[in-house]
């Protein structure tokens, strides 16, 4: 059984090291070599799909669990090998979820749930040896 099929392109830019990328569903971004203001790193890009991945998990789930949630951010940080190919072999997620009454036991689960069942961006990297670690903090509304 074959399961969803994605694409994407990347297009030169004619200069440096710059890409126009497009994906299948028509979002279009930005990619340099350089990772500065012509486009981020791929590496980088890796990294902020992860943490898309999982915050999106983590929001679906807190509401699933009736959580009253106003707010999540999830920061990345990614450590690269010295040698390349430069994999990252440390990834460290910082989940930080606002709301009102908000229950810690429900986000460690949405958390738990997503890193071990549901985001697929981070099970691959766990596939691919790197070592994950997560922390959170709850902001309660006034």
């Known amino acids: 059984m074959i399961g969803q099929k994605n694409s994407a392109r990347m297009v030169w830019k ?30 980088e890009l890796l990294l902020a799909s992860a943490a898309g991945c999982t915050a999106i ?22 450590v690269r090998a010295a040698e390349h190919p430069k994999v990252y072999t440390d990834v460290e997620f910082v989940y930080i979820v606002r709301g009102e009454d908000i229950d810690p036991q429900a986000v460690e689960r ?18 691919a040896g790197v070592v994950i670690s997560s922390s959170y903090r709850i902001e309660f509304s006034d």
Do not use: P, W
């Open 110 to 127: 949405a958390i738990s749930l997503s890193e071990e069942k549901y985001c697929s961006a981070s099970k691959m990297f766990e596939q």
């Open 57 to 78: 998990d983590v929001v679906l789930i807190l509401q699933k669990q009736r959580q009253k949630v106003t707010g999540v951010e999830v920061e990345a940080a990614g």
């Open 14 to 43: 004619g200069e440096g090291l710059n890409f126009h990328g497009s994906v299948g569903s028509g979002y279009t971004f930005d990619v340099s070599g350089d990772a500065d203001k012509n486009g981020g790193g791929a590496m």
